[in-house]
């Protein structure tokens, strides 16, 4: 009997827990929901209003989610990742510009990836709207940036030989000419 007793306690005890766990994961989902969106909303906001600082931020914190991303998210950190480069080339600072750059391209590969359909449909729907912004060819661009700089670091990338000034010296023979065997001047 005291056994019964208490298995039928440990019943009900598991499922209250089972009940009350289902309503907070549904409120925080909800919460999630409601977070990506004021995300979004103050992302769009920090790049209509030139905040680069902050728009960096928000993407850099939202980057961390790329899986998770719609299509349209994708492009507006894409978006935001273009004018943090634009404003790093702008005020010289290499380093920055290289970290956005390789930001770009993660964010850029794992979205592709990860839904390639409706992602390149984003990025359609987005070059239609801006005809200057093709995210495929700017991230070749930027992965051909990134392999120079890694090429230059590791010191792989040799700078080429310098062509000769005067093309006589190249053709001329190593060995020196005897006198008598040299043409008249």
Do not use: W
Request: with cysteine; charged share 25%.
């Amino acid at each position: 009997m005291r056994y019964i007793l208490s298995l039928i306690a440990l019943v009900v005890l598991m499922s209250c827990m089972a009940a009350c766990g289902s309503k907070t994961s549904g409120e925080e989902s909800e919460t999630v929901a409601e977070s990506v969106d004021e995300q979004n909303t103050q992302l769009a906001e920090a790049l209509n209003v030139g905040n680069i600082g902050r728009a960096s931020a928000m993407a850099d914190s939202m980057s961390l989610f790329v899986d998770d991303f719609t299509p349209e998210q994708t492009v507006q950190v894409l978006m935001a990742f273009l004018s943090v480069h634009n404003d790093a080339v702008a005020a010289k600072e290499r380093r920055r510009d290289l970290e956005t750059i390789r930001k770009y391209i993660d964010v850029y590969d794992i979205a592709v990836s990860t839904n390639p359909k409706d992602t390149r449909a984003a990025f359609a729907k987005a070059k239609r709207i801006n005809p200057e912004v093709d995210f495929d060819s700017i991230a070749v661009m930027f992965r051909e940036r990134l392999a120079q700089y890694d090429a230059i670091q590791d010191g792989t990338l040799n700078a080429p030989e310098p062509a000769a000034a005067d093309s006589a010296a190249a053709d001329s023979v190593a060995e020196e000419i005897p006198l008598e065997l040299r043409p008249a001047e």
